[in-house]
């Protein structure tokens, strides 16, 4: 079993910049596929990202990519979600999430984090 902290979360203006961590503790994040999932008040939450756990495949929804990046650092035990070229729209509750397959589907994740607030002011 793994315990997620994310970390990073704040206010910003749109077409800033911030990084989000996900810190793991009891599992590797090897171990996983890492995904990263937001909501924003009175809406689902939605796939952002996501990365495989062998083969470092990487997914992106299509209103974050050529903007966000997911990574990995294994002696850290931690995954990060880079953010350039913030947005108002990008406001929302962020979570990471731990799984064993490279989804975008929340429900196939197995462990979350308690999620990092992201305010983009325009």
């Known amino acids: 079993q793994v315990q997620l902290v994310e970390s990073g979360g704040g206010l910003v203006q749109a077409g800033g910049s911030l990084r989000l961590s996900c810190a793991a503790s009891g599992r590797a994040v090897s171990s996983y596929s890492m995904g990263w999932f937001r909501q924003a008040p009175g809406k689902q939450r939605e796939f952002v990202a996501t990365?495989?756990?062998?083969?470092?495949?990487?997914v992106y929804a299509d209103s974050v990519k050529g903007r966000f990046t997911i990574s990995r650092d294994n002696a850290k035990n931690t995954v990060y979600l880079q953010m350039n070229s913030l947005k108002p729209e990008d406001t929302a509750v962020y979570y990471c999430a731990a799984g064993s397959s490279v989804t975008t589907t929340p429900i196939t994740y197995d462990y979350w984090g308690q999620g990092t607030q992201v305010t983009v002011s325009s």
């Open positions: 990365r495989g756990r062998i083969s470092g495949t990487t």
